[in-house]
């Protein structure tokens, strides 16, 4: 079901080949799988087998879009993606008439008789919802909350009766398609957020089996940080202290997310520095991922962030420095 020119489509985790309009997952080289990821792997993929649809719900930056992609490959059949949008419509998920299919005939095959028919039809154009009910695709349905609620009603039905309510003149002849057996679904959204979201109809969280995640558990943030930028375990666990300290500075605390451990670690790798407070370049590049997480902590109208990020440098480097080395370990192994 691969095409050998289909556009390729990565993620943090899998790799994907898009063929048409549906993605077939991939395993990555720098997947990064710890007891943590496969407890949620294991949680959710129990539910989907029987037929209950998923909800990961999570600040950003807590991996939702990319477990739900690795959860999806577990499944070993085609996805459907669809990004939440406020614009959307029931028919942008469940798909439209895009116009009218003509026909006209003239038989003048006798010279006196002249014979003329005409038939006009409506033309149909599926979405990738009915996709995935008519085939049994998987269905990652990310951020679903940025959609308003009325374009999400069409779930109700799929996810309890199994049926996909459709206009009565759509090309498949009826007003439903009963949805496939291995149709699965998995949504994600971000509690969190408070721009461009909507509130959820209590009928379809009602439906859902929701996992609320956080941040990764310290060693898994290490793992991620060292795979995706190949660097030595000791820096990686020193921007990952960093950052996880970070986290409890001003009024957003879910911030800086892995993705700062992720974008300062390769800069380290690119310019081959070291996770060191004498290393102008993990200061700088410190200084400028970091401070913008927690911007609103202020004194007298000015952000102390930069200060703030160097005594959190200068502290973590300082414990780490006294830590004692073992042959053949890294620092900080032992530390939850």
């Given at each position: 079901?691969?095409?050998k020119?289909g556009?390729r489509a990565?993620?943090?985790?899998t790799i994907a080949?898009c063929?048409?309009?549906?993605?077939v997952p991939?395993a990555s080289p720098?997947?990064v799988?710890?007891?943590?990821v496969?407890?949620?792997t294991?949680r959710?993929?129990?539910?989907?087998?029987?037929?209950?649809p998923?909800?990961f719900?999570?600040?950003?930056?807590t991996?939702?879009?990319?477990?739900a992609f690795?959860?999806?490959?577990?499944l070993g059949r085609p996805?459907?993606l669809?990004h939440?949008d406020?614009?959307?419509?029931s028919s942008?998920?469940v798909g439209?008439?895009s116009?009218?299919?003509k026909q006209?005939?003239?038989?003048?095959?006798?010279?006196?008789v002249?014979r003329?028919e005409?038939?006009?039809n409506?033309?149909?154009?599926?979405?990738?919802?009915?996709?995935?009910?008519?085939d049994g695709?998987?269905?990652?349905?990310?951020?679903?909350?940025r959609?308003?609620?009325?374009?999400?009603n069409?779930?109700?039905?799929?996810l309890?009766?199994?049926i996909?309510?459709l206009p009565?003149n759509?090309?498949?002849?009826?007003?439903?398609?009963e949805?496939?057996p291995?149709?699965?679904t998995?949504f994600t959204?971000n509690p969190?957020?408070?721009a461009?979201?909507?509130k959820?109809?209590?009928?379809?969280m009602?439906?859902?089996?929701?996992?609320r995640?956080d941040h990764f558990?310290?060693?898994?943030e290490i793992?991620?940080?060292?795979?995706k930028?190949?660097?030595?375990?000791?820096?990686?666990e020193?921007?990952?202290d960093v950052v996880?300290?970070l986290r409890?500075?001003?009024?957003?605390?879910?911030r800086?997310?892995?993705?700062s451990c992720?974008?300062?670690?390769?800069i380290?790798?690119?310019?081959?520095?070291r996770?060191r407070r004498?290393?102008?370049?993990f200061?700088?590049?410190c200084?400028d991922i970091?401070?913008t997480?927690?911007?609103?902590v202020?004194?007298?109208?000015?952000?102390?962030?930069g200060?703030?990020v160097?005594e959190?440098?200068?502290?973590v480097?300082e414990s780490?420095e006294?830590e004692p080395?073992?042959?053949?370990q890294?620092?900080g192994l032992a530390?939850?």
């Open positions: 079901m691969i095409a020119k556009k990565a993620t943090s985790k080949l063929h048409e309009d549906n993605i991939e720098t997947f799988e710890t007891p943590y496969q407890d949620l294991q959710a993929l129990a539910y989907l087998e029987v037929g209950y998923v909800h719900a999570g600040p950003a930056g991996g939702k879009t990319t477990l690795h959860v999806a490959a577990q996805i459907s669809v939440g406020d614009e959307f419509g942008d998920l439209r008439h116009g009218y299919h006209k005939l003239i038989d003048n095959y006798i010279h006196s002249l003329t005409e038939s006009m409506l033309t149909w154009m599926d979405n990738r919802l009915t996709t995935a009910c008519r695709y998987v269905l990652i349905y990310d951020e679903f909350t959609s308003r609620p009325e374009a999400n069409a779930f109700l039905s799929i309890e009766e199994k996909l309510n009565k759509a090309r498949f002849g009826k007003g439903y398609l949805v496939h291995r149709f699965r998995i959204s969190e957020e408070y461009g979201v909507h959820t109809q209590d009928a379809l009602d439906r859902l089996i929701t996992i995640l558990d310290r060693e898994t793992q991620i940080a060292m795979s930028s190949g660097l030595a375990r000791e820096d990686a020193t921007i990952v996880r300290e409890g500075v001003g009024v957003n605390n879910h800086p997310t892995i993705r992720i974008a300062i670690a390769k380290l790798s690119s310019r081959r520095a996770a004498e290393d102008p370049v200061l700088w590049a200084r970091l401070q997480d927690t911007a609103k202020t004194r007298a109208g000015e952000s102390l962030m200060q703030k160097m959190v440098i200068g502290t480097c780490r006294q080395r073992f042959a053949g890294g620092s530390r939850g």
